[in-house]
């Protein structure tokens, strides 16, 4: 397939294929693929750069997964490191960065699969979050924790969506995806849920009227063919249901995990994600450049290849921090306009839904 044509079937708005995306990941010229991207970009985002306030909540550590690609988690709540935060504890950094000025739009919570805790715990959680501050969007709980719940609570993925939609969940994350394949699973993640059943949970939610992001995680096990395959069954299911707001593809950080004898990818490979993904995936909206697993120059060249979105402003970001991220653990509003402004794009303030995009003010650097 030559790139000629692939560029011509973007334009046309032809969806791409398999073998469309192998030749994207083969083509030995990145800034043509780039282009092409950020064509694509361009075509439905112009110039906007979009970003938001949000806080970040692991509510534990504590995991019976034991991933091979995990640095974060603890098997057993005596384990040294291990925590799990009283609701209290977790509303409270809420209430403590409401006292400080901040006021974030967002508070996007994940954390281990803890099979000690009554799901009370978490639609208190919930609960605790929207009465804290009510016009904020709760996104908690991967579709990983969603498919944990149901087993362990013997509910159907309906009913724990609607009991922790009740409470005031307001949208998923797209954590725990990996790659959605059952060869890379069975060696990186054997006792996480299948890719049927993370689809499966997302198709749940979607049904309910719950929007969610989807993610990729890449640079683990996986083949260039494991990748497409898994940027198309992401374009399936947003085809059926329409409800993935972005795409953030995240590149493995192998230290201090299992996996730690592999190599990180490299700026290049992660911008090439990102092209390919814009390309692969034209009924999603958004493509997020997740600075912190990118890093801040990576990000924002990312804005010129395929994403429109560098997540937001975080805080006490530790999941990438602990497999060794080098990047900020959270980046101020003027500082992520500052980033978005330099790498020549407009910066636009949004929520979770992007119902509330607005251009961003801040102050000039001095």
Partial sequence: MSFARIAGRVRKGAPLAQADGLALFAHPDLMEVGSLANEARERRHGDRAYFNRNLHINPTNVCVSACRLCSFSRRRATDAGAFVLGVDEAVGKLRACLAAGQRPSEVHVVGGLHAGLPFDYFTSLVAGLKTTAP???VKAFSAVEIFFFHRLYGMSIEEVLRRL????LGA???????ILSPRVRRLICPNKCGADEWLEVHRAAHRLGLPSNATMLYGTVETLGERVEHLLRLRELQSETGG???FVPL???PENTALAELPAPTAAESLRVLAVSRLLLP????IKAYWVSLGLATA???????????????SEEKIYHQAGARTPEGLSADEIVRLIRAAGRV????????ALARPAAAKEAP
């Fill in 165 to 168: 939609m009740a409470a005031g």
């Fill in 244 to 246: 993935f707001l972005a």
């Fill in 283 to 286: 009924n999603v909206p958004h």
């Fill in 135 to 137: 016009d904020i969007t």
């Fill in 300 to 314: 924002q060249t990312a804005l010129w290849f395929g994403a429109d979105d560098l997540d937001g402003t975080i």
């Fill in 347 to 354: 910066p636009v303030e949004r929520d979770t839904f992007y």
């Fill in 251 to 253: 590149p493995f950080h």
């Fill in 172 to 178: 998923l994350p797209g954590g725990g995806a990996e």
